[in-house]
């Protein structure tokens, strides 16, 4: 990837893009192949647009994201973070990390990754986060702390609610 890029991948992009390609090796599939699938799901991205994906150059949008997790047969998530546990943090961004639990947590709507997170707003973070569950269901899923993560910019996030 180039580093002189305007708007060089983030930590979860390049997650994203090791991601496609392991997931496309692990099936045998060519870039043709993906591209094909693609396509007939509505979705049109070439084999070059893939390869450039795979090598960073190319940045993948939210429309590509769904689609390509279909046609890999898996979950948004298992895109969006790395396979297996670094046994380090995982940014989320580029001065946001959390443990690799945690991240997989928070993406699937578990839990909270802010520290600061009030315990008593956890059931309506959570109400928000999984709109699938009726009340009964989200006071009957145990919760999981939200735990500490690092991020340097927390003091400036923390001061950006309405009317800031």
């Known amino acids: 990837m180039a580093s002189d890029k305007r708007n060089p991948l983030g930590p979860v992009g390049e997650n994203v893009r090791r991601n496609v390609q392991r ?5 045998n599939l060519s870039l043709a192949q993906v591209s094909r699938r693609l396509d007939k799901i509505g979705r049109k991205i070439p084999p070059l647009g893939l390869s450039r994906i795979e090598a960073g150059e190319r940045r993948v949008d939210a429309d590509d994201l769904v ?6 047969r898996v979950s948004v998530p298992a895109l969006l973070l ?21 991240a997989w947590n928070w993406v699937r709507g578990e839990t909270a990754v802010a520290a600061s997170q009030d315990w008593v707003a956890l059931l309506p973070w959570r109400a928000t986060n999984q709109p699938y569950l009726n009340e009964k269901e989200l006071k009957q899923q145990p919760f999981e702390r ?5 991020v340097e910019a927390w003091e400036e996030m923390k001061d950006d609610g309405p009317g800031s």
Do not use: C, K, N
């Not at 997931?23 to 099936?27: G, V, W």
């Not at 790395?82 to 380090?88: A, K």
């Not at 939200?146 to 690092?150: A, G, L, V």
């Open 146 to 150: 939200p735990t500490q993560f690092s």
């Open 23 to 27: 997931l496309r090796e692990q099936q």
């Open 82 to 102: 790395p396979h297996e546990d670094p046994g380090m943090p995982v940014s989320l961004a580029s001065r946001m990390s959390v443990e690799w639990r945690t």
């Open 67 to 72: 689609a390509l997790a279909a046609v890999l």
